[in-house]
């Protein structure tokens, strides 16, 4: 059975690995696969505490599992991404700034 691709963002570097790609876990940075297992332990006490005991065997329990589209999560991450970011610089800010520093000239010359 193939798993589907996580896809996920660590340090502004994405990631889309799957349980059965050894190669590409073994290439992230061990800093990024840290903070990867904590989260994924953080996550898995949370699974465990939020759990029930259960009278049926774990064998016939379905697992609740959502479909999450890679797409609309990698679009509300680099949205949120963009949130972050600093505006980038215009044609009106640049004007501002060279009009700007030409009255500054023009007021030091008239001053001295």
Same mark, same amino acid.
């Given at each position: $059975?193939?798993?589907?691709?996580?896809?996920?963002?660590?340090?502004?570097? *994405?990631?889309?690995?799957?349980?059965?790609?050894?190669? +590409?876990?073994?290439? $992230? *940075?061990?800093?990024?696969?840290?903070?990867? $297992?904590? %989260? /994924?332990?953080?996550?898995? #006490?949370?699974?465990? !505490?939020?759990? *029930? *005991?259960?009278?049926?065997?774990?064998?016939?329990?379905?697992? !609740? #599992?959502?479909?999450?589209?890679?797409?609309? %999560?990698? +679009?509300? %991450? +680099? $949205?949120?991404?963009? /949130?972050?970011?600093?505006?980038?610089?215009?044609?009106?800010?640049?004007?501002?700034?060279?009009?700007?520093?030409?009255?500054?000239?023009?007021? %030091?010359? /008239?001053?001295?």
């Amino acid at each position: $059975m193939s798993q589907p691709k996580i896809t996920f963002i660590i340090n502004k570097i *994405p990631y889309a690995l799957t349980a059965n790609d050894v190669e +590409a876990i073994q290439k $992230m *940075p061990s800093a990024d696969r840290q903070q990867l $297992m904590a %989260l /994924l332990e953080a996550i898995k #006490r949370e699974e465990t !505490a939020a759990q *029930p *005991p259960s009278t049926k065997p774990a064998s016939a329990q379905a697992p !609740a #599992r959502q479909n999450i589209d890679p797409d609309a %999560l990698m +679009a509300q %991450l +680099a $949205m949120q991404d963009r /949130l972050n970011q600093k505006p980038a610089l215009t044609k009106q800010s640049v004007y501002k700034w060279v009009i700007g520093i030409t009255v500054g000239f023009f007021v %030091l010359i /008239l001053i001295s």
